[in-house]
């Protein structure tokens, strides 16, 4: 048998039981439109998503409630997606400054392309349907009520 | 010859390609591995330690590829250990071998890095697993791209300094150009920047010949203790005088400046003051820096304090960067034109610069010229954790 006959394609399929540990509190309050992060009781710095420990000076951080409004600093469309993404068409993620947090947070904007840029202002969208990964209900869409 | 700093005694790598004629991974590190050994003119049982560097099992289909390859190279028995950073990893097996050499652990150590990325999986596959490269709980599962995250620290860079997407097109033309003459080289081309602006869109604003080339392909060197180094005249040596790393915020969000690479900023600092750098712009002769994308080579050289912030589109497109250029950057053609096989690329790299110092590299990206000191920088994820090394070349 010469190597041009050997089977060329091999396929596997994995499944993973996944846990989320600590991010929990912040997927599940994703699913309810709500989004969650952390305050330091030493230096006061704010993070979303919620920290454990704060990157300053180490320590525990505590979880408080968000606003679910930003205003995007950087985006970009994509018009290759990945396959882990949900949704058809071309993405469009943002850095999306949130609303009392000292950071910047990742996140998928339900536009079309062109429609925001930076300095637009957005708003967390509540998730209707069912998700592989509950990061996945993580996205923003133009905030039509303003700040 | 400084008295302990580690020596490459020789080197070899296989073309960078997106490999169809059946062959994988195992046949690579062998080819490059016996050239290695030949060139360092050694043989295989002087090495007493080896370091395996491949990014993801996912690509390869081999969990726990390091015993293998020693067994498939001829070496059971020598003691192994596989590194992982991402696109660092080769830069990452560089500085464990460093540590092997100088801290008596090994007198000579094989650095072996490798990668099945292009000819495995698929596009969509590939670009999945990298996204789980990044953090894949908060980003890669969200569906973002490497491309798209680089595009968003770009974007930072552009709104501080006014780079133009015109200004990086210059990296593109300049990588490709030089792969023209690497014969290892995935993407050899001869494109102008009209060219590169004219190419697909990717991730804005970064196009498709903004982006470097995923490829298959190995490389190893010999690493050694200088008083394990055997004796020869005929050409002059690398010894590497310093190795420096750091890490960044996983996630760009949580970076004050998402644009800035400040812990390749860090890691270059580290090796500068082992190497007893104290103006790398000026003492610095020639570097391969990770050009992942084009805007990430300048905001490379920049972090490397080969350029001030801001101040590297300017210096690129009048050509300092260039093959006759004051500071040549990328001569191999980088990720961009020589491709980038994650495991292997940092280890390619200081390849590239180990021949440029020694006056043996490909003649046409040789032309002639004789480099004292070069830098190789790579990194995993958008510079999250970097390498830096300082090479030097050393008289027979």
């Not at chain 2, 003119?41 to 690509?59: C, G, K, L």
């Not at chain 2, 081999?62 to 080769?90: C, K, M, N, T």
């Not at chain 2, 000579?108 to 590939?126: K, N």
Request: charged share 15%; hydrophobic share 40%; with cysteine.
């Amino acid at each position: 048998m010469t190597v041009k006959e050997l089977p060329p394609d091999l396929s596997l399929l994995l499944t993973w039981r996944h846990g989320y540990g600590a991010l929990t509190p912040f997927f599940e309050a994703l699913r309810e439109g709500r989004l969650i992060g952390a305050r330091c009781p030493v230096c006061g710095l704010v993070t979303t998503p919620p920290r454990t420990r704060c990157g300053s000076d180490g320590a525990p951080m505590q979880q408080i409630d968000l606003p679910p409004t930003g205003i995007v600093t950087q985006l970009t469309t994509g018009a290759a997606s990945s396959l882990l993404g949900q949704g058809p068409g071309t993405p469009t993620f943002a850095l999306v400054q949130i609303t009392g947090s000292d950071t910047r947070l990742l996140a998928r904007l339900d536009v079309k392309p062109g429609q925001a840029a930076a300095g637009s202002r957005v708003r967390l969208m509540r998730c209707m349907g069912p998700v592989m990964h509950p990061v996945q209900a993580l996205v923003f869409r133009l905030d039509d009520q303003g700040a | 010859m400084q008295a302990s700093n580690p020596v490459i005694l020789g080197c070899g790598q296989v073309p960078f390609r997106r490999n169809k004629d059946g062959t994988g991974f195992r046949d690579w590190v062998r080819v490059a591995c016996a050239a290695a050994l030949e060139d360092a003119q050694i043989d295989r049982h002087e090495i007493d330690a080896v370091v395996v560097a491949s990014e993801t099992d996912f690509f390869s289909m081999q969990v726990s590829p390091a015993p293998l390859l020693v067994d498939e190279i001829g070496l059971v028995g020598v003691p192994v250990v596989r590194v992982e950073a991402g696109g660092g990893s080769g830069g990452a097996a560089l500085r464990m071998a460093v540590m092997h050499v100088l801290s008596g652990f090994a007198r000579r150590v094989l650095v072996i890095g490798f990668e099945q990325a292009a000819s495995h999986l698929t596009g969509d596959d590939t670009r999945s697993v990298y996204g789980l490269s990044f953090d894949a709980d908060l980003e890669g599962w969200a569906g973002v791209t490497a491309t798209m995250l680089y595009a968003l620290s770009l974007q930072d860079h552009m709104a501080r300094h006014g780079t133009t997407m015109r200004q990086l097109a210059h990296v593109s033309v300049k990588n490709h150009g030089n792969a023209c003459l690497n014969p290892l080289a995935h993407a050899p081309m001869a494109i102008s920047v009209e060219d590169v602006l004219a190419s697909a869109m990717i991730s804005t604003p970064y196009r498709r010949l903004d982006c470097s080339v995923i490829s298959d392909g190995a490389a190893a060197l010999v690493l050694a203790h200088p008083d394990a180094a055997p004796t020869r005249k005929d050409r002059p040596r690398t010894q590497i005088t310093g190795s420096g790393s750091s890490t960044d915020a996983m996630r760009l969000g949580e970076r004050a400046t998402p644009g800035l690479f400040v812990a390749k900023r860090r890691a270059a600092q580290a090796a500068y003051v082992m190497a007893g750098i104290t103006d790398p712009a000026r003492q610095i002769d020639v570097a391969e820096v990770y050009d992942s994308y084009t805007g990430a080579e300048l905001q490379g050289i920049e972090a490397l304090g080969l350029a001030p912030d801001g101040g590297a589109a300017a210096r690129l497109v009048d050509g300092c960067y260039g093959l006759g250029g004051a500071l040549p950057i990328n001569l191999s053609g980088g990720l961009i034109g020589q491709g980038g096989a994650p495991g292997a690329t940092g280890i390619a790299q200081a390849i590239t610069v180990s021949r440029l110092l020694e006056g043996r590299y490909h003649g046409g990206l040789q032309a002639g010229r004789v480099f004292q000191k070069g830098v190789v920088d790579c990194h995993g994820g958008v510079a999250t954790v970097n390498f830096t090394h300082v090479l030097e070349r050393c008289e027979p």
